[in-house]
C-alpha cells in the first residue's frame, strides 16, 4: 500500500498563490489531485501522467493551476495561482498504484489517497 503525505495548504488572500506537495511512498502511475468543499462531493482538479508528458485540468482552474511531478522525489505538485475564494476547500492527492482501467477524472479511478490538506481563500 502506498502512502501519500500531502502539505502546502494554508490561508491566502484572492489573487495569491499557494504550491500543494503529495510526497509518495512508493511507485506511482498517474497522479491527481481532487477537492472537496463542505457539503459538496469530490471534485476532479488535475491529473498527470507517469512521464509528465501528459496533464489533465478540470475547466474552473485552467490557466490558474499547474500540476507537475518529481519522479525521482515520488512528490506531484499543485502550483495555485490567482486563487478564487470558490477554490477554498480541503485538496486530496490520489495515485493510481497499481494496473487499472478507467478515466483519470473519477475518483474511482485511484486506489490510494492521501489525508488532505485545507485550503481557505479570503476575499
Known amino acids: 500500500q502506498v502512502q501519500l503525505v500531502e502539505s502546502g495548504g494554508g490561508l491566502v488572500q484572492a489573487g495569491g498563490s499557494l504550491r500543494l506537495s503529495c510526497a509518495a511512498s512508493g511507485r506511482t502511475y498517474v497522479m491527481g489531485w481532487f477537492c472537496q468543499a463542505p457539503g459538496k462531493e469530490r471534485e476532479f482538479v488535475a491529473a498527470i501522467t507517469y512521464s509528465g508528458g501528459s496533464t489533465y485540468y478540470a475547466d474552473s482552474v485552467k490557466g490558474r493551476f499547474t500540476i507537475s511531478r518529481d519522479n525521482a522525489k515520488n512528490t506531484v505538485y499543485l502550483q495555485m495561482n490567482s486563487l478564487k475564494p470558490e477554490d477554498t476547500a480541503v485538496y486530496y492527492c490520489?495515485?493510481?498504484?497499481?494496473?487499472?482501467?478507467?478515466?483519470?477524472?473519477?475518483?474511482?479511478?485511484?486506489?490510494?489517497w492521501g489525508q488532505g490538506t485545507q485550503v481557505t481563500v479570503s476575499s
Open positions: 490520489a495515485a493510481v498504484t497499481r494496473a487499472s482501467s478507467g478515466y483519470y477524472t473519477s475518483s474511482r479511478t485511484y486506489n490510494s
